[in-house]
């Protein structure tokens, strides 16, 4: 089993749709939850990070996390063309003092 | 918010030759950093933990020989890939943590050639 794992994609929605992007993960006490975005060619950028059980809200962005289920995910709301990107589930595993990385989500808002 | 910068952003290399890419925390002293390595349409994969004033550590797989990283000093990690091959060729990108959350330096694209 994979530490974090996403649904490669392509996820194609239309602008001003709600995307949903999800990830699970495989250790349990993993403690930090990070989304980031990644254009073509270009390093990762933090959207969203979050350490509680929830919803953490922040603009049009919308983290969850639920710990019982090793689950995580992403809303965007009102999707916009420059919203199309690949994006990253990062958990920080317990144990080490690093991030693991999911195989990433790409996103096609279609205008 | 932290910045790490990464240099070059771009380099073209012989095969057999030797590339050093730069990794420099600007506002905030770094005791360890991560570099990570991503082919064409792939994850982030790590592929050492560089900690200041001792070895890296590295990931299953990756050849510390070929790799090489030093960090002499709280605000700088240096990659080298010694003898380069074609199938070196990637992007090769920093991070450093400061305060639990990872930032991203902007990448070195290596083509071997």
């Known amino acids: 089993q994979k530490e974090v794992e996403q649904n490669s994609g392509p996820l194609s929605v239309p602008e001003g749709a709600i995307a949903s992007l999800n990830c699970t993960y495989s250790d349990r006490v993993s403690q930090s939850f990070f989304w980031y975005r990644q254009y073509s060619g270009k390093s990762p950028e933090l959207i969203m990070s979050?350490?509680?059980?929830g919803d953490k809200e922040d603009g049009r962005f919308t983290a969850q996390l639920n710990k019982a289920s090793q689950y995580v995910s992403l809303l965007i709301r009102d999707s916009q063309p420059s919203d199309s990107a690949t994006y990253l589930c990062a958990v920080n595993m317990f144990n080490n003092n690093d991030m693991r990385f999911g195989a990433g989500t790409r996103l096609t808002v279609k205008p | 918010g932290a910045v790490v910068s990464q240099h070059p952003s771009r380099v073209i290399c012989k095969s057999g030759t030797s590339v050093k890419i730069e990794c420099r925390s600007l506002?905030?002293?770094?005791?360890?950093m991560f570099w990570y390595r991503q082919f064409p349409k792939q994850s982030l994969m790590l592929m050492a933990t560089s900690n200041e004033g001792s070895k890296a550590t590295y990931e299953q797989g990756v050849e510390k020989d070929k790799f090489l990283i030093n960090h002499a000093s709280l605000t700088l990690s240096t990659l080298t890939v010694t003898s380069a091959h074609p199938e070196d060729s990637s992007f090769y990108i920093c991070s450093a943590r400061q305060g639990g959350v990872y930032t991203f330096g902007s990448g070195t694209r290596l083509t071997v050639v």
């Open positions: 979050i350490y509680s059980n």
């Open positions: 506002d905030f002293q770094a005791t360890t």
